[in-house]
């Protein structure tokens, strides 16, 4: 195959509804060929006090807006990136490493963010509250309404360079903030892309600014700036703790990671399309995924078949070129991470566990992994992988499985295959886990539907309506009838 190069060129800051020039370029890598195709000015300390002073200016313009507007010109947005989604699709293959097939998703999946956000700002509403309820407030009329914060900090991972950037800028547009977007330093030039669209759609100026950097720098310049109102992060633990410390009185959505579990029944039916499911679950985009499958309790009587079936299925993604149209795994985001991918799996071979298939690895490129006799001390079990590496464990019965499912400091998502209605309702209010998906991968995700974690996955929730709540004020108003 004859790859077809992508280049982007020289990028800049976007500021008050102007391109203008930041500090030292950053150079964008193709993840499979290590080419450079494109560069992003580094934002400076000034760059983003600019951003947010523009940002507080285009919030007015932004809160001024009818919902009708916001709602075109969201609307207007998602119609644009779909006369460009391949355009978008080779950018997101080239820059994040994302097999092509896979980029195609993400393109799709937000056009219909933006046009789930389109429709919902026109519902933003609030509700009446009874105040008759209590007796001190006999004699009262009571509502309240739904207000934007001001200026939303959206800082973004490499992973989903353009739907997770979706989640937070769409819902906050059309909840009449302004946004300062600051995409992962890897993977900035999707982001770029998505600017020139919402300017082109008729965005105000300072509605969107767009900064670029590290996160221990410019990151934390945006999310501790007085001048924000709400800061929506995804990223590591590590970062997501940090941040709670950082951002001072302000609104915080948190969406971090996961040892993602899934529980397999011994009364499943179809065991080949059940692991052909995982290892989609498992391997997609390398395993970078916060919800990418990475333990799966097999019950005793299907636990054999469950690893041949799956080793099987992860034996036949194709690995290579993100670009090639043929290819299910491409490179991880760098050769450092396959590095340490790679160095998990050699960790826990070294304490016993085994590999059933893949364990190899050239340059960035990280096969399918499938591992078995992993121990729930280990790091591939314990610890959030990122990458495409996935153990099959052995549970006696249902309640072990549970048990060790919910055996984790993090409660993203967790998915249970069985035919029994019993075991769903058990599943549903044992598991402690911000989405419960049941005969289906738990990367399963919807992008209207209330999407988060509880304990260490993360605050607040993503999916558009349910982020325009966490990006919006109630306000009570209480009328005591003039004498």
């Not at 940002?55 to 919902?67: F, I």
């Not at 096969?367 to 001390?377: M, N, S």
Request: net charge neutral; charged share 25%; hydrophobic share 45%.
């Amino acid at each position: 195959m004859i790859r077809e190069r992508v280049q982007f060129g020289e990028a800049r800051l976007f500021i008050g509804g102007r391109w203008v020039d930041g500090g030292t370029p950053l150079p964008v890598r193709d993840k499979y060929t290590g080419e450079v195709i494109g560069t992003v000015p580094e934002a400076r300390r000034e760059d983003v006090e600019a951003a947010v002073a523009a940002a507080q200016e285009g919030a007015k313009a932004m809160a001024a807006l009818p919902a009708w507007r916001r709602a075109e010109i969201l609307r207007r947005a998602a119609e644009m990136i779909r006369e460009q989604k391949e355009d978008f699709a080779r950018l997101i293959a080239a820059e994040a490493g994302k097999a092509l097939k896979w980029a195609r998703v993400e393109v799709e999946r937000a056009i219909w963010t933006f046009t789930i956000a389109s429709e919902e700002a026109r519902r933003i509403g609030g509700e009446v509250i009874p105040m008759d309820a209590v007796p001190a407030g006999e004699g009262y009329f009571g509502f309240y309404i739904r207000r934007p914060v001001g200026v939303v900090a959206a800082i973004s991972p490499f992973n989903f360079p353009l739907n997770l950037v979706a989640h937070k800028v769409a819902p906050a547009l059309a909840a009449g903030n302004a946004v300062v977007l600051k995409p992962a330093s890897t993977t900035p030039l999707t982001a770029v892309k998505l600017c020139q669209v919402l300017e082109a759609a008729g965005i105000p100026a300072g509605g969107i600014n767009l900064i670029f950097g590290p996160g221990g720098t410019v990151g934390e310049w945006l999310a501790a700036h007085p001048g924000v109102g709400k800061v929506s992060f995804t990223g590591s633990r590590a970062v997501g703790d940090r941040l709670t410390r950082v951002v001072g009185i302000k609104k915080l959505t948190l969406e971090l990671g996961n040892t993602t579990p899934v529980v397999v029944a011994e009364d499943v039916t179809d065991l080949g399309w059940v692991a052909r499911r995982l290892a989609i679950g498992a391997f997609y985009n390398s395993g970078q995924v916060c919800i990418s499958v990475q333990r799966i309790y097999g019950m005793r009587k299907v636990y054999e078949p469950l690893v041949e079936t799956f080793a099987k299925a992860a034996q036949e993604m194709v690995v290579g070129d993100p670009l090639d149209e043929r290819v299910d795994v491409g490179p991880l985001i760098d050769e450092r991470e396959a590095m340490r991918v790679e160095g998990w799996v050699q960790e826990a071979v070294s304490g016993g566990a085994e590999v059933v298939t893949g364990g190899r690895r050239e340059g960035p490129v990280m096969w399918p992994t499938v591992l078995i006799r992993a121990r729930p001390e280990m790091r591939v079990i314990r610890e959030e992988v990122f990458g495409p590496v996935a153990s099959v464990l052995e549970a006696g019965d249902f309640e072990e499985a549970l048990a060790a499912a919910n055996a984790t400091e993090y409660g993203l998502q967790v998915a249970v295959f069985t035919r029994d209605i019993n075991r769903v309702l058990q599943a549903a209010q044992r598991l402690d886990f911000g989405g419960i998906i049941i005969n289906d991968t738990p990367s399963f995700r919807a992008d209207h539907m209330p999407y988060g974690g509880v304990k260490g996955s993360g605050l607040g929730r993503e999916g558009v309506r349910y982020a325009i709540e966490e990006m919006t004020h109630v306000h009570m108003v209480v009328i005591r009838p003039a004498p």
